[in-house]
């Protein structure tokens, strides 16, 4: 039994007493029940076991709070990794695709290939970065960070992976916009007059 839940429990029978012997004097003839008296013991005792059960599964239950915080941050960490791999992914397809597209265009003058491709490379460039700073978050102890913090950081990523898929299309919308609008006025300028 608990040291602290024991010496309670002495101080309660003590408390007991002493008004059972200061009510007994009052009347001038000490009376004892000793029944009532042992009946009152054990009720305590029962309470105090029943105390101590009760102090343990709240503590029980506080440990089964801090875990599942626990797992929900790792599945939230995840949830984050998984979001930015498939924003990367969809980068790495945009650039693959769409950008040889645009280079290949007879539209596009060659002094513009190069500062497309650089535009492009910078965001792919940017994405690895972002993979390897992931990386050393989740394979070490990244600055002693708690799972909520890291999974923090990785919400922010992800956040940012986003924001990259979003300007590479940017960046393709203009570009083959830039295309069309050069494809449409060299049809105009090339036109034959029949009039």
């Known amino acids: 039994m608990n040291p602290k839940l024991k010496s309670f429990i002495y101080g309660l029978l003590l408390v007991i007493a002493l008004l059972i012997y200061g009510k007994s004097n009052a009347q001038g003839m000490p009376v004892y029940d ?24 709240v503590e029980f239950l506080k440990q089964q709070k801090e875990n599942i915080e626990k797992v929900n941050n790792v599945i939230r960490q995840l949830k984050a990794v998984r979001e930015i791999q498939r924003n990367n992914q969809r980068l790495f397809d945009i650039v693959q695709n769409d950008l040889q597209d645009i280079l ?15 535009s492009f490379n910078n965001i792919i460039e940017n994405s690895l970065d972002n993979f390897e700073y992931i990386e050393r978050i989740l ?9 909520a913090e890291r999974a923090e950081v990785l919400k922010e990523m992800e956040l940012q992976s986003k924001e990259m898929v979003a300007e590479i299309n940017k960046k393709t919308e203009r570009y083959n916009d830039i295309i069309s609008f050069r494809k449409m006025q060299d049809r105009i300028n090339n036109r034959e007059t029949n009039y």
């Open 34 to 57: 000793n029944t009532n008296f042992i009946s009152l013991a054990k009720q305590l005792i029962e309470s105090a076991k029943q105390t101590s059960q009760l102090l343990q599964t």
């Open 104 to 118: 290949n265009s007879p539209y596009v003058k060659p002094e513009e290939v190069s500062r497309i491709s650089e």
């Open 139 to 147: 394979s070490s102890d990244f600055l002693k960070m708690t799972d």
